[in-house]
């Protein structure tokens, strides 16, 4: 049971100081106890595994161990086309490109549902921004739309929508309360939903992939336990496994707070212009001193700096290079400005590069999905 005032809220905007008490408080296990599974089953650790971005799971030791005995592995996640893609959306396709690249299939859920009955986004303006926004971003990223099933909510096929029926017969409204809070009918409607899509795949008539992970910041950890309570509860109607899931640290938005597509200043969106994203960026909060000569003297604070994380989550994957921007910032060796400067050369030429693969995924995007009628 969680700590008194102490509740993840996935619809809303908490931000995570102490990640620690998450194993206490929620069972999540650290990532790092799976590490010798990792490299049994071919995998090398990508860079969000080597520098503890992804901390925690729930039994994806036993997904890996599938996966060891040649077993089918499949990975599911979702978004909710209420916004521009950013880069909080990126470092998870980042993690589907490496567990596609390992053998795992790819399911990308579109939650057009959740983002009607939760955030009133109009159901074509959802459609649009789905298609256009995330998975043209998802492709231009890496992600093979070959190897990857992309579906909306509100278009999936009869057994999807059975689920979500016998899961409402799974769980009372006090239940739903103690994990989520005040939910209205609008948020158990799309928790169950939540659970039907990362279910669903275990049935035959979606292939049927038995060990399927989720991976999720640890706020939407709500979701996943609810969904392995109702796997558990539907013996003697339909078997299904608990799922896995595995969880990311939130990046911290340019301005220090939870990054969302809701405050543009506090993320860099994919399709940002590259003078809107060098101005955003050379606006983030640092962990710099009041001067530059009190930062040479004491050093900067790269663990509360924006402008790191964005060199640590996406813009080096060189060890080498961003253990030496961290040394150097605590040093006092570099200051702000040249900090700055260091990360937009890199951010303006992954954009660049990025603009041109997206044109290319937009004539493809409208392809690998069915879009709903209405």
Same mark, same amino acid.
């Given at each position: 049971?969680?700590?008194?005032?102490?509740?993840?809220?996935?619809?809303?905007?908490?931000?995570?100081?102490?990640?620690?008490?998450?194993?206490?408080?929620?069972?999540?296990?650290?990532?790092?106890?799976?590490?010798?599974?990792?490299?049994? @089953?071919?995998?090398?650790?990508?860079?969000?595994?080597?520098?503890?971005?992804?901390?925690?799971?729930?039994?994806?030791?036993?997904?890996?161990?599938?996966?060891?005995?040649?077993?089918?592995?499949?990975?599911?996640?979702?978004?909710?086309?209420?916004?521009?893609?950013?880069?909080?959306?990126?470092?998870?396709?980042?993690?589907?490109?490496?567990?596609?690249?390992?053998?795992?299939?790819?399911?990308?859920?579109? @939650?057009?549902?959740?983002?009607?009955?939760?955030?009133?986004?109009?159901?074509?303006?959802?459609?649009?921004?789905?298609?256009?926004?995330?998975?043209?971003?998802?492709?231009?990223?890496?992600?093979? =739309?070959?190897?990857?099933?992309?579906?909306?909510?509100?278009?999936?096929?009869?057994?999807?929508?059975?689920?979500?029926?016998?899961?409402?017969?799974?769980?009372?409204?006090?239940?739903?309360?103690?994990?989520?809070?005040?939910?209205?009918?609008?948020?158990?409607?799309?928790?169950?939903?939540?659970?039907?899509?990362?279910?669903?795949?275990?049935?035959?008539?979606?292939?049927?992939?038995?060990?399927?992970?989720? =991976?999720?910041?640890?706020?939407?950890? =709500?979701?996943? %336990?609810?969904?392995?309570?109702?796997?558990?509860?539907?013996?003697?109607?339909?078997?299904?496994?608990?799922?896995?899931?595995?969880?990311?640290?939130?990046?911290?938005?340019?301005?220090?707070?939870?990054?969302?597509?809701?405050?543009?200043?506090?993320?860099?969106?994919?399709?940002?212009?590259?003078?809107?994203?060098?101005?955003?960026?050379?606006?983030?909060?640092?962990?710099?001193?009041?001067?530059?000569?009190?930062?040479?003297?004491?050093?900067?604070?790269?663990?509360?700096?924006?402008?790191?994380?964005?060199?640590?989550?996406?813009?080096?994957?060189?060890?080498?290079?961003?253990? %030496?921007?961290?040394?150097?910032?605590?040093?006092?060796?570099?200051?702000?400005?040249?900090?700055?400067?260091?990360?937009?050369?890199?951010?303006?030429?992954?954009?660049?590069?990025?603009?041109?693969?997206?044109?290319?995924?937009?004539?493809?995007?409208?392809?690998?999905?069915?879009?709903?009628?209405?």
């Amino acid at each position: 049971m969680a700590e008194e005032g102490f509740r993840l809220d996935p619809w809303g905007h908490i931000e995570i100081k102490d990640y620690d008490r998450l194993y206490k408080v929620f069972g999540i296990r650290p990532f790092s106890e799976v590490l010798p599974l990792l490299k049994r @089953a071919g995998m090398e650790p990508s860079h969000l595994i080597a520098r503890g971005i992804i901390f925690g799971h729930r039994d994806f030791d036993k997904v890996l161990e599938a996966k060891i005995r040649g077993e089918p592995v499949a990975v599911l996640t979702g978004f909710m086309p209420s916004g521009k893609f950013h880069f909080g959306h990126k470092m998870v396709v980042d993690q589907l490109v490496y567990l596609q690249r390992h053998g795992f299939k790819v399911h990308v859920v579109i @939650a057009d549902a959740e983002a009607y009955i939760v955030r009133r986004i109009p159901r074509e303006e959802a459609v649009r921004i789905a298609v256009e926004e995330y998975i043209a971003n998802m492709i231009a990223l890496g992600l093979d =739309p070959k190897d990857t099933v992309f579906y909306f909510q509100t278009n999936r096929g009869t057994a999807y929508y059975r689920l979500i029926q016998l899961f409402a017969g799974k769980v009372t409204a006090a239940e739903m309360e103690a994990i989520y809070g005040d939910v209205s009918p609008a948020k158990m409607m799309a928790a169950l939903t939540q659970a039907a899509d990362i279910l669903h795949v275990q049935l035959d008539e979606y292939g049927g992939y038995r060990w399927v992970v989720v =991976p999720v910041g640890a706020d939407q950890d =709500p979701h996943l %336990r609810l969904t392995r309570d109702i796997a558990d509860r539907m013996k003697g109607v339909v078997e299904l496994e608990r799922p896995a899931s595995t969880y990311h640290k939130l990046q911290p938005g340019l301005d220090g707070k939870k990054m969302s597509s809701s405050r543009p200043d506090s993320t860099i969106f994919l399709t940002d212009p590259p003078g809107e994203a060098r101005r955003k960026l050379f606006k983030a909060l640092t962990g710099g001193r009041a001067t530059a000569e009190e930062q040479r003297k004491l050093g900067g604070v790269p663990e509360v700096c924006t402008v790191y994380h964005m060199d640590l989550y996406h813009l080096m994957p060189s060890e080498e290079e961003v253990g %030496r921007v961290y040394r150097d910032c605590k040093s006092g060796r570099l200051l702000c400005g040249e900090c700055k400067l260091l990360a937009w050369s890199k951010l303006e030429r992954f954009l660049e590069d990025h603009r041109r693969k997206l044109e290319k995924a937009k004539d493809i995007a409208w392809r690998v999905v069915e879009a709903p009628r209405f």
